[in-house]
């Protein structure tokens, strides 16, 4: 063990390091673009809606300023219902910006009926990353399919996401 100790998730917040490396891993666009097929329009740093839960639509665009200060009100509200969804559950930060990263790609929808927090609620903390890696399509294909060109990017991220947890894990 690293003899770090976890910290209950409600006293945690997206470091500026971790909202920079969420923001590198996101990209900008300035215009609504649909990132990988069936997902929906996104714009910014991945939103997908506005801070009045409108949905982006195709068409929509974004400076670099407001989309920061969209990315950052998103976050925020995120980072509350995060916290909600795990009651009585202690993350190292390490954990907490990666369960963050999946939640700004994959929505809370999918974390709060997801098998990583089932775990996390369980106190299943090597179960909760290796859950990451079921999370491997885009509208039903399989992006860790070797070669494919249209969505790797999905399944490195959770190979990425994967890599870390099990590290927060020492």
């Not at 910014?44 to 969209?70: C, F, N, P, Y």
């Not at 999918?110 to 990583?116: E, N, V, Y």
């Amino acid at each position: 063990m690293n003899g770090r100790q976890r910290i209950a998730v409600v006293l945690l917040t997206l470091s500026a390091s971790g909202f920079s490396a969420w923001k590198a891993s996101e990209g900008f666009t300035d215009t609504a673009v649909i990132p990988t097929k069936g997902d929906v329009p996104t714009i910014g740093h991945g939103s997908t809606r506005w801070e009045d839960g409108t949905r982006v639509r195709m068409g929509d665009t974004i400076t670099r300023q407001r989309a920061e200060v969209l990315a950052r009100t998103l976050n925020s509200q995120a980072e509350k219902e995060f916290a909600a969804s795990l009651p009585g559950v202690k993350l190292h930060q390490d954990e907490f910006h990666l369960y963050m990263d999946f939640v700004g790609q994959y929505g809370m929808g999918t974390w709060s009926a997801g098998s990583p927090r089932r775990s996390l609620l369980a106190g299943d903390y090597v179960q909760a990353c290796h859950n990451l890696l079921k999370y491997k399509y885009a509208a039903g294909y399989d992006c860790s399919t070797p070669g494919n060109k249209r969505c790797w990017g999905v399944w490195k991220r959770q190979l990425e996401r994967h890599a870390k947890c099990m590290e927060a894990q020492k």
